[in-house]
């Protein structure tokens, strides 16, 4: 067969689709596409369009490389263990720096702010104040926003989405890179700091997973920082799991929980899991709070500045001794109601704000940072200007705090007050987000804060949480939405009153883990994040009972923020299910053509020709006379390895097996795995007419034992199979040995639902949606039981 030979998949008979569970073969109709397909899978990293690719966490098994494998020792399975071992330490040591780093930078810089706006507003010029509060948090957004705009437009929002994906197979350029790195440091720094109603956290993991990633690139030749110990790591299945570890350490940096960070790795990010990850996750995580741990030791020394006492959010606020009865719980399913309610809110509004914030930032760098400078100035006219609406309060008597706190953080602002009385509203928008949570989940403070304040607070931390995301910087969601169940749950235990047993301060815990339940939808995880954060053991069964009561109620409307925010990205993330209407196709039915096939010897000007017209990264390699008796598959070889021929120009004059030693013109680091992102292209390897006539035999090369479906196993199986494995290709092979031996590929882009129903429009119909609740579903659901 030769390499320009085409197989066109629409040449080929499909099934058509049935409604019955089986059917005979020899009795199934034919069908064409009704639509050939137009959708492209492109990757809405900031503003940016740019291709992405699929990783391959398949093992090669060719000839070459089981050379390779064979002449390793037990030294070399020891250095091994002990590289993955080490890359782990490293990587929570880094993580729990830079994490301590974000703390103390943000706790200065906004601390340094606060305290000369309460100067100014102690010698009453409130219009001064109110300049510099609002200046410094434009200067510190527009700073953030134009490194990232500027350098790094990879680096905006929360990074989680992105890490999901990678963790799924997917690798877009520069997502982890190092200037992403330290944009992502930078700008989440000075994002926050500018009371923009943002988190850390989110940026956190992402920051973690990229020093994952970088220690994971197997060293570097630019720099010759290379080591045979390195060439370990140059796969995607070992970078994988790095970047898996350290996505859980950055939960752990962020909120100093080492278990809610493996379980987050768990539950939220990672397609793939084992127990052997389970293990160094967890010690990444361990080691992330050790390094914390005795950072903050020297800050309690007074050696990080006026507001480096912070405690690195640990929230040991609650009550010591934890009571609750029968008559606390119609409270708490109340606050899992409603916090599903408002938590499935939220992503409605988010998502419709980030598709109008994509239109703006779609036409140019100059509206980005328009957009980032209006909601900077609406955002600090709302938090110096809502506080007037607040009255003041005396101070309450008998306190151990200092009222009015002047110059520190504290639950008693003195704002515009006299001097004996605070302003509680104040107390509350003019602190970090930090000190404000922990402010709203002090014990014994059910006096403190009054019901309109807490009301205030709640609807504007609520919008100002939604239309902070999304601008071309760094950010987060955890903290803010935290922030803003903290205020809902104390405002719920306000009303309740003496109906209840539970302090105010307990409410808001609750209220937080039912909004991160109703918006996230994440429940063991956020359960141990929030035991972690608030060291109370004790209110493990109310916070599960709310997680679980938000997480199903908001279930019920749409989907949760992540899976949103990836959707609106165009990452083509892989689910854990099969849609319904996948059962009632074969693969046959969406692979795709033309389908580009290569000799096992092939000539170099086939392959150049191939390599340069197709986007193709993997080819099936056929056999054929005199090198076998028919056309048989001898196995797939990636465009990665053909580039390395290529470039080596190991050629034959004539189309003949290779007779010498293959493993003496390359090693096995000519084929290793270039870095995420990095990629070798076909326009910079120079070759001559005379080259161009030669041959290259493939088959040392050539993986031997790729993954195949016959044409005829279901989609949805053929998914599964897919995503489980972790494949980047999946040969097709015919029901009858009569025709050729490959029929297609499927790639990740054959199974989204944008190709599947693009192809097949008449699917639709059939297409899995979430069920609401409405008086037709509810008829239908009794009437179906009758």
């Known amino acids: 067969m030769a390499a320009d030979q085409l197989v066109n998949a629409d040449d080929l008979e499909a099934p058509l689709i049935s409604s019955a569970v089986s059917y005979h073969d020899e009795h199934r109709s034919r069908i064409r596409r009704s639509t050939s397909n137009t959708t492209s899978q492109v990757a809405l990293i900031g503003s940016n369009l740019c291709?992405?690719?699929?990783?391959?966490?398949?093992?090669?098994?060719?000839?070459?490389?089981?050379?390779?494998?064979?002449?390793?020792?037990?030294?070399?399975?020891?250095?091994?263990?002990?590289?993955?071992?080490?890359?782990?330490?490293?990587?929570?040591?880094?993580?729990?720096?830079?994490?301590?780093?974000?703390?103390?930078?943000?706790?200065?810089?906004?601390?340094?702010?606060?305290?000369?706006?309460?100067?100014?507003?102690?010698?009453?010029?409130?219009?001064?104040?109110?300049?510099?509060?609002?200046?410094?948090?434009?200067?510190?957004?527009?700073?953030?926003?134009?490194?990232?705009?500027?350098?790094?437009?990879?680096?905006?929002?929360?990074?989680?989405?992105?890490?999901?994906?990678?963790?799924?197979?997917?690798?877009?350029?520069?997502?982890?890179?190092?200037?992403?790195?330290?944009?992502?440091?930078?700008?989440?720094?000075?994002?926050v700091s500018s009371s923009l109603y943002v988190g850390k956290a989110g940026p956190m993991i992402h920051t973690s997973a990229c020093i994952a990633s970088i220690l994971g690139q197997g060293g570097s030749r630019k720099y010759k920082l290379t080591c045979k110990w390195l060439r370990y790591f140059k796969n995607d299945r070992d970078r994988r799991d790095l970047v898996t570890c350290g996505s859980g350490a950055g939960v752990a940096a962020a909120f100093r929980a080492p278990v809610g960070g493996v379980l987050f790795a768990l539950e939220c990010v990672s397609s793939w899991w084992r127990s052997a990850l389970l293990w160094r996750a967890f010690f990444t995580t361990a080691v992330v709070v050790v390094i914390l741990r005795a950072l903050i030791d020297i800050c309690n020394s007074g050696k990080c500045g006026l507001f480096g006492k912070g405690g690195l959010i640990m929230f040991d606020v609650t009550s010591a001794d934890v009571t609750y009865h029968l008559i606390d719980l119609p409270p708490v399913l109340v606050l899992g109601v409603i916090g599903g309610i408002l938590g499935s809110l939220y992503n409605f509004l988010l998502e419709k704000v980030l598709r109008v914030y994509t239109l703006i930032n779609e036409r140019g760098h100059v509206y980005k940072l328009l957009l980032a400078a209006s909601v900077s100035i609406f955002t600090s006219c709302c938090l110096f200007g809502l506080p007037w609406l607040a009255s003041c309060k005396p101070c309450p008597a008998g306190l151990s705090e200092a009222c009015p706190s002047i110059g520190r953080s504290g639950n008693f602002k003195k704002f515009q007050c006299a001097s004996d009385h605070y302003n509680d509203l104040a107390s509350l928008f003019f602190n970090t987000n930090d000190d404000a949570?922990?402010?709203?989940?002090?014990?014994?403070?059910?006096?403190?804060?009054?019901?309109?304040?807490?009301?205030?607070?709640?609807?504007?931390?609520?919008?100002?949480?939604?239309?902070?995301?999304?601008?071309?910087?760094?950010?987060?969601?955890?903290?803010?939405?935290?922030?803003?169940?903290?205020?809902?749950?104390?405002?719920?235990?306000?009303?309740?009153?003496?109906?209840?047993?539970?302090?105010?301060?307990?409410?808001?815990?609750?209220?937080?883990?039912?909004?991160?339940?109703?918006?996230?939808?994440?429940?063991?995880?956020?359960?141990?994040?929030?035991?972690?954060?608030?060291?109370?053991?004790?209110?493990?069964?109310?916070?599960?009972?709310?997680?679980?009561?938000?997480?199903?109620?908001?279930?019920?409307?749409?989907?949760?923020?992540?899976?949103?925010?990836?959707?609106?990205?165009?990452?083509?993330?892989?689910?854990?299910?099969?849609?319904?209407?996948?059962?009632?196709?074969?693969?046959?039915?969406?692979?795709?053509?033309?389908?580009?096939?290569?000799?096992?010897?092939?000539?170099?000007?086939?392959?150049?020709?191939?390599?340069?017209?197709?986007?193709?990264?993997?080819?099936?390699?056929?056999?054929?006379p005199p090198f076998s008796s028919s056309p048989v598959l001898f196995g797939l070889i990636l465009r990665a390895h053909l580039l390395v021929l290529l470039k080596k120009k190991t050629f034959l004059h004539a189309r003949t097996l290779v007779s010498?030693?293959?493993?003496?013109?390359?090693?096995?680091?000519?084929?290793?795995?270039?870095?995420?992102?990095?990629?070798?292209?076909?326009?910079?390897?120079?070759?001559?007419?005379?080259?161009?006539?030669?041959?290259?035999?493939?088959?040392?090369?050539?993986?031997?034992?790729?993954?195949?479906?016959?044409?005829?196993?279901?989609?949805?199986?053929?998914?599964?199979?897919?995503?489980?494995?972790?494949?980047?290709?999946?040969?097709?092979?015919?029901?009858?040995?009569?025709?050729?031996?490959?029929?297609?590929?499927?790639?990740?882009?054959?199974?989204?639902?944008?190709?599947?129903?693009?192809?097949?429009?008449?699917?639709?119909?059939?297409?899995?949606?979430?069920?609401?609740?409405?008086?037709?579903?509810?008829?239908?659901?009794?009437?179906?039981?009758?």
């Open 51 to 191: 291709p992405i690719e699929s990783l391959d966490y398949e093992l090669i098994e060719n000839d070459f490389l089981k050379q390779d494998w064979r002449s390793r020792g037990p030294g070399h399975i020891v250095r091994y263990v002990i590289l993955k071992w080490t890359l782990c330490f490293l990587v929570g040591a880094l993580a729990g720096a830079v994490g301590f780093f974000n703390n103390l930078a943000v706790e200065n810089i906004a601390g340094v702010k606060f305290v000369i706006t309460s100067n100014m507003m102690l010698v009453r010029k409130f219009g001064w104040a109110f300049g510099v509060f609002a200046g410094t948090n434009f200067v510190l957004l527009m700073f953030a926003s134009m490194i990232t705009t500027f350098i790094s437009p990879a680096a905006a929002g929360s990074g989680i989405p992105e890490v999901k994906a990678y963790l799924n197979g997917v690798d877009a350029p520069d997502i982890f890179s190092l200037k992403t790195f330290f944009v992502k440091v930078v700008g989440c720094i000075a994002a």
């Open 437 to 624: 949570i922990r402010n709203l989940y002090s014990a014994g403070t059910d006096n403190v804060f009054q019901k309109s304040s807490v009301f205030l607070f709640f609807i504007a931390s609520y919008f100002l949480g939604i239309i902070s995301y999304g601008l071309a910087v760094p950010s987060g969601l955890f903290v803010p939405v935290i922030l803003t169940g903290a205020t809902y749950g104390r405002l719920v235990g306000m009303l309740m009153g003496s109906h209840s047993t539970l302090n105010h301060g307990l409410f808001a815990v609750l209220g937080s883990a039912s909004l991160l339940g109703g918006s996230m939808r994440m429940t063991v995880s956020v359960c141990v994040i929030i035991l972690e954060l608030t060291n109370n053991l004790l209110l493990l069964p109310l916070v599960m009972l709310v997680l679980l009561i938000s997480k199903t109620v908001a279930d019920v409307f749409n989907a949760d923020v992540y899976d949103m925010l990836v959707k609106l990205k165009g990452l083509p993330y892989l689910e854990a299910h099969a849609e319904p209407y996948m059962r009632q196709l074969t693969v046959g039915d969406v692979v795709g053509g033309p389908l580009q096939i290569f000799n096992g010897v092939e000539k170099v000007s086939n392959i150049v020709h191939l390599l340069k017209t197709t986007g193709h990264h993997g080819f099936p390699v056929v056999d054929e």
């Open 660 to 786: 010498i030693d293959v493993s003496k013109q390359f090693s096995a680091e000519d084929f290793a795995k270039r870095g995420s992102g990095k990629h070798e292209n076909i326009e910079g390897i120079d070759l001559t007419a005379e080259e161009m006539d030669m041959y290259v035999d493939l088959h040392p090369y050539t993986n031997t034992s790729p993954y195949t479906v016959v044409e005829t196993m279901s989609l949805a199986k053929a998914l599964i199979l897919f995503r489980e494995v972790g494949l980047r290709h999946l040969l097709v092979i015919p029901k009858s040995s009569s025709r050729a031996p490959v029929v297609g590929i499927l790639t990740r882009h054959d199974f989204m639902p944008e190709h599947i129903l693009g192809t097949h429009p008449f699917l639709l119909q059939s297409r899995w949606k979430t069920i609401r609740l409405g008086k037709s579903n509810l008829i239908e659901i009794f009437s179906g039981l009758c």
